[in-house]
């Protein structure tokens, strides 16, 4: 599910736009950074919030 909030979330964005993906499946530490490459945007990093979720940050290119 995150990947598919991701997409619809980076659609009509400007590049450069960074976009935070907080995510509680351990999964979407495998995912986002694949998504991020398929697409040609960069993954990039991570992050734990103080609630244990993963906050993923991709940086779209186009």
Do not use: C, H, Q
Not at 29 to 37: G, N, S
């Amino acid at each position: 599910m995150p990947i598919i909030m991701l997409a619809k979330a980076a659609k009509g964005l400007a590049a450069g736009t960074e976009i935070t993906v907080l995510a509680t499946d351990l999964a979407a530490r495998y995912d986002v950074p694949a998504w991020a490459r398929m697409t040609g945007n960069d993954f990039v990093g991570e992050s734990e919030t103080d609630g244990g979720a993963l906050a993923l940050t991709v940086r779209l290119r186009s």
